[in-house]
């Protein structure tokens, strides 16, 4: 089964009433072929499954209806139930498929702590760019057709995703999952270090790579190992510099120069 919000009580996008009038605004409904291009799956099974209870919640809570013009009013209502559980609102309020699946993805990470997902703002994701930006959250994109064509092999918490067409949220654990799904590694979450580097861990399960990141007011990058880069380094066709002198207490950090052209770390404002 599928958590799925598509269209208001007259099968249009804007304009409807606020909450779901009909029971099928936002709804659980099977599994169904849309076709899907990707599944984003978050590492964490505790996250994961929370994203689907969420998910469950509110489409079973016809104070929550579709509106693309009002999509941002679940989150709203949503940051002023206790829990952030949206079985509790009793307020009608909107959204849509992907502002849904976002709203329940932030609620998970303010249930269950996760530093990424809480923060991010349900409004800017659109089927369009889920992927990528989801991803760089911390999401496995899965493409195999296994997970595109039935729900076997789905976990409780897959975002289901056509792009710049729809998202959805997979609510149960397939009949072809095996017991092998649940090994995930475990980091500490902030800096770490190896032989190899630097790196940093964005939760338990994930950490950065191929992005910039803010961290204590420095600025870092991260390359497609995970590694903050040091020295010159050429990113986007630009050039920088980031600290390479060992042992330095912002090592790695952004650099630049000062009026005398003397370097030094780049330390922004909170």
């Known amino acids: 089964m599928i958590a799925n919000s598509g269209h208001d009580e007259r099968n249009k996008y804007r304009g409807g009433k606020a909450g779901d009038q009909t029971g099928g605004e936002y709804a659980v409904i099977p599994w169904y ?28 809570n016809n104070c929550i209806g579709y509106d693309q013009a009002q999509r941002a009013t679940f989150w709203t209502a949503l940051s002023q139930v206790p829990g952030y559980d949206p079985a509790k609102i009793t307020t009608p309020c909107e959204s849509d498929c992907t502002c849904g699946v976002a709203t329940c993805v932030k609620a998970a990470g303010m249930r269950k702590g996760s530093h990424v997902l809480k923060e991010i703002d349900p409004d800017y994701y659109w089927s369009g760019n889920m992927r990528p930006a989801f991803k760089s959250l911390g999401f496995l994109v899965l493409t195999d057709p296994k997970y595109l064509t039935s729900d076997r092999y789905l976990l409780a918490g897959d975002i289901l995703l056509y792009e710049n067409h729809h998202a959805a949220i997979n609510l149960d654990v397939g009949s072809m999952v095996r017991e092998d799904w649940t090994t995930v590694a475990t980091y500490q979450e902030g800096w770490n270090r190896d032989d190899t580097g630097w790196w940093y861990a964005t939760t338990a399960h994930t950490y950065a790579k191929d992005r910039w990141m803010k961290i204590n007011n420095c600025w870092y990058y991260f390359d497609h190992n995970g590694y903050a880069v040091k020295g010159h380094q050429k990113i986007d066709g630009k050039d920088w510099f980031f600290c390479d002198e060992a042992g330095h207490p912002k090592e790695c950090a952004l650099m630049v120069t ?13």
Do not use: F, N, Q
């Open 33 to 60: 072929s849309r076709p899907w291009t990707c599944v984003l799956r978050w590492p964490d099974k505790t996250v994961a499954a929370d994203i689907a209870y969420c998910a469950r919640a509110a489409a079973e």
């Open 258 to 270: 000062d009026e005398e052209g003397a370097l030094h770390v780049w330390a922004l404002s909170a």
